[in-house]
């Protein structure tokens, strides 16, 4: 079976961006490659009734249009770097600042804004290949870059592999925000993060460069609670008055090379019944509650965004790895292959 371009979804530049549908048991999902990115997944519930449980547009404008992220691989290093400087082998580099001040998520020409190529189509997968060049947006080496996602009956897989000419730094991520009923918000959805830690932040949302513990904690997830609940304990505290858009850090034994997926959370929706696993390669998980999404934007389907619509649950290296020496680095040398693997898998009770 050969996946299907349904349809042109809108044109960058001049060029034609294609829609690629895939499809396993009862899972659908679409994807456009600017920005290897997922638009749309639909899902069971306990009855077997689909709805789309990403956030997204219709077309290509309002991704254009959007710096929420929606459904994107980002890099080449998600997340921040306070002030947009690290040091890599004795060597200091100043990465493009698009936040406050700051370097978010790659730059403000990050992968998230690549038109990537389409290969490797299937009915169940697809592969999408870009280059990054020495340079691009400050970062040094020009890499090689291949995103690739995998559909079955019950999972949708996505790995992401880079490789540089010169020593460089990567921790792409994949940033769709989820919503299990497939409307209105997350917050009487429950969550669980398995993590005894977690690493803090400052202002401008930087990490601080320490490890504390959830025990006693908003943070503490490991119980599955309510997102509401948890951002109500976050803002009653001073501590985020929007909810959590912070990195936990996985059990030990995690990470790259550790030799298969790792639990990383559970988000499920009470009322439709709908679950998902999230398994990762990655030592860390940011978990960002959607409280800042931008409220009435024109979304799929003549919804609309509002706070909360969706979470992002994006696997990753520790925020900060580049400026941090104690945290896992993110360092990619040549001759390496950075992979980074994450599954999301469904079920419906």
């Known amino acids: 079976m050969t996946a299907r371009s349904e349809r042109i979804f809108g044109h960058l530049d001049g060029a034609p961006v294609p829609e690629v549908v895939l499809a396993a048991g009862p899972?659908?999902?679409?994807?456009?490659?600017?920005?290897?990115?997922?638009?749309?997944?639909?899902?069971?519930?306990?009855d077997g009734t689909l709805a789309d449980v990403?956030?997204?547009?219709?077309?290509?404008?309002?991704?254009?249009?959007?710096?929420?992220?929606?459904?994107?691989?980002?890099?080449?290093?998600?997340?921040?770097?306070?002030?947009?400087?690290?040091?890599?082998?004795g060597t200091d580099?100043?990465?493009?600042?698009?936040?406050?001040?700051?370097?978010?998520?790659?730059?403000?020409?990050?992968?998230?804004?690549?038109l990537w190529q389409v290969e490797d189509r299937t009915g169940t997968s697809v592969t999408f290949t870009a280059e990054s060049a020495d340079g691009e947006m400050g970062y040094p080496g020009r890499c090689t870059l291949r995103v690739t996602y995998r559909l079955s009956a019950t999972a949708l897989s996505v790995v992401m592999e880079a490789q540089s000419d010169?020593?460089?730094?990567?921790?792409?991520?994949?940033?769709?925000?989820?919503?299990?009923?497939?409307?209105?918000?997350?917050?009487?959805?429950?969550?669980?993060?398995?993590?005894?830690?977690?690493?803090?932040?400052?202002?401008?949302?930087?990490?601080?460069?320490?490890?504390?513990?959830?025990?006693?904690?908003?943070?503490?997830?490991?119980?599955?609670?309510?997102?509401?609940?948890?951002?109500?304990?976050?803002?009653?505290?001073?501590?985020?008055?929007?909810?959590?858009?912070?990195?936990?850090?996985?059990?030990q034994g995690s990470g790259r090379g550790s030799g298969g997926l790792h639990l990383a959370a559970v988000l499920e929706d009470p009322a439709s019944g709908r679950r998902m696993e999230v398994a990762t390669t990655e030592p860390g998980l940011q978990v960002y509650a959607g409280g800042m999404l931008p409220e009435g934007t024109s979304a799929k389907a003549g919804s609309r965004l509002m706070r909360h619509a969706g979470i992002a649950l994006e696997s990753q290296a520790f925020p900060g790895a580049p400026s941090h020496a104690h945290f896992p680095n993110c360092r990619l040398m040549p001759g390496e292959t950075y992979r980074h693997e994450t599954r999301f898998t469904f079920s419906a009770s």
């Not at 698009?98 to 690549?114: I, T, V």
């Open 93 to 114: 580099h100043r990465v493009d600042c698009n936040e406050r001040g700051n370097h978010l998520h790659g730059g403000s020409a990050g992968f998230d804004r690549k």
């Open 54 to 89: 990403v956030l997204g547009f219709d077309g290509i404008e309002g991704y254009l249009a959007s710096d929420a992220y929606l459904g994107a691989t980002c890099g080449r290093v998600a997340n921040r770097i306070a002030g947009g400087r690290f040091r890599l082998n």
């Open 27 to 46: 899972l659908r999902a679409r994807l456009i490659p600017y920005g290897a990115r997922l638009v749309a997944l639909a899902v069971p519930d306990r």
């Open 166 to 251: 010169r020593p460089t730094v990567m921790n792409m991520a994949h940033h769709s925000y989820f919503n299990m009923a497939g409307a209105g918000t997350v917050l009487d959805q429950r969550l669980t993060v398995p993590a005894a830690f977690y690493t803090p932040v400052g202002p401008g949302l930087l990490t601080t460069g320490e490890i504390l513990s959830v025990e006693g904690t908003p943070f503490d997830l490991r119980t599955g609670p309510r997102i509401g609940e948890v951002v109500q304990a976050m803002a009653s505290a001073g501590i985020a008055p929007h909810g959590p858009d912070h990195n936990f850090c996985l059990p």
